[in-house]
């Protein structure tokens, strides 16, 4: 099995992961301190990679760990209502819950950060969180494995971020900004981050000798105009905030694009008992609903010679073809004392963006009666994931 986690190979500076794992022993801490300007509000960033010795701790409960606040705790309580997954909270103030579906499961809401942590201890099995604190806060531990890395909320991009006056007004892309001379071992770029792993790592893989980095409290954006950074890195959702502050993205300096993920200790998916199936349920559960999502039941009948005459004439229109195409089956209606199918029903899949396109189309060839449902699951044959997670432990 690869050392390298499967998450970080979708990383955009995975090229080095593999390096990183073959130079370090896992079970070694290395503690690298890198030097920051001096600030009223700055203060030093210690860094650490590599991980502890992990051992599983004794329990019979499997834990999930969920955001305990803000948008993405919301967000992440509806996603398992919806898929009939609801998490029972006996008391708002308590941060332990259970799932009453998935047996044996205990939901402990947590800061994200802390999340991550508490998979690498053992002292959580599962977790939800945004990709961007997994990586962060995982440092490319091992025993990280992402089950689910699409969930569908949450999205934003971890970048950096330059004024659009002074001397970097006409700096457009990465490569531009390395190549600046005013940059020297006397005088770095100067970055203000929250994210202390992520942002000096990215930097410096992408040639920029000459970095100081700083942390600050309250929002980043302020420090550019306050003399305190010439750069920051850090998330972005719409980038108005940043606009508002003058200051801009650059080509190549978006370092991740994050969303909800679901990740899971690789030590608690392989020993401990439960955690597998438990996976297995929560996945089929995720992978249908969120297939279904956006997606809408069509039925209609229509006039026509035969089924195979209907579908002809449903596959002529683009939006159409369902998910592997329409289904059809005979109306029997009894005239003048005789049973006849002179109508055939048809049911077909369509996305949301197209509902209104698909019904016009429909009444072009002759529906007519057009029933229209949401849906709320696709079961396919096997979850795509569940494959993929059972390669990725060698089972």
Not at 167 to 183: R, V, Y
Not at 185 to 204: H, I, N
Not at 292 to 315: C, D, H, P, Y
Not at 367 to 373: E, I, T
Request: hydrophobic share 40%.
């Amino acid at each position: 099995m690869s050392v390298v986690n499967p998450f970080l190979k979708q990383s955009p500076y995975h090229s080095s992961t593999s390096d990183f794992a073959s130079k370090y022993n896992q079970s070694s801490r290395i503690s690298v301190k890198f030097t920051v300007s001096s600030s009223a509000l700055a203060s030093p960033v210690t860094l650490l990679n590599g991980s502890a010795d992990l051992r599983i701790p004794e329990r019979n409960e499997i834990r999930l760990g969920l955001p305990s606040k803000g948008r993405m705790a919301s967000d992440t309580l509806d996603l398992l209502k919806d898929c009939q997954l609801s998490v029972r909270q006996v008391n708002p103030r308590q941060y332990v819950a259970q799932i009453p579906q998935l047996a044996n499961m205990e939901v402990w809401f947590q800061r994200p950060k802390d999340i991550v942590r508490k998979l690498v201890s053992g002292d959580l099995d599962l977790g939800v969180v945004g990709l961007d604190t997994v990586y962060e806060y995982g440092q490319e531990n091992e025993d990280l494995i992402l089950v689910h890395d699409a969930l569908d909320y949450g999205d934003c991009r971890l970048s950096l971020a330059i004024p659009k006056y002074g001397i970097f007004e006409n700096i457009n892309s990465l490569k531009e900004l390395a190549e600046m001379p005013q940059w020297t071992a006397e005088k770095p770029l100067r970055v203000a981050t929250g994210f202390t792993y992520m942002g000096p790592k990215f930097l410096k893989e992408s040639g920029l000798k000459h970095v100081t980095f700083s942390t600050a409290d309250g929002a980043l954006e302020a420090a550019p105009a306050m003399g305190i950074a010439d750069a920051i890195v850090d998330l972005v959702s719409s980038g108005t905030t940043l606009r508002e502050n003058d200051l801009k993205e650059i080509e190549g300096g978006i370092i991740v694009q994050s969303q909800a993920v679901l990740v899971a200790s690789r030590k608690s998916l392989v020993q401990r008992k439960g955690v597998l199936d438990a996976v297995h349920e929560i996945l089929e559960r995720l992978e249908a609903h969120l297939k279904a999502e956006g997606q809408f039941t069509v039925v209609a009948n229509m006039r026509g010679s035969s089924a195979e005459e209907v579908a002809e004439r449903i596959l002529s229109q683009t939006s159409l073809s369902g998910l592997q195409g329409p289904t059809i089956s005979p109306v029997f209606c009894k005239r003048n004392g005789k049973v006849s199918a002179d109508y055939y029903a048809i049911v077909i899949c369509v996305p949301k963006k197209s509902l209104y396109q698909s019904v016009q189309q429909l009444r072009a060839i002759g529906g007519s009666g057009v029933l229209v449902s949401p849906l709320t699951y696709i079961f396919d044959e096997e979850t795509p994931r569940w494959r993929e997670l059972l390669t990725n432990l060698g089972l």
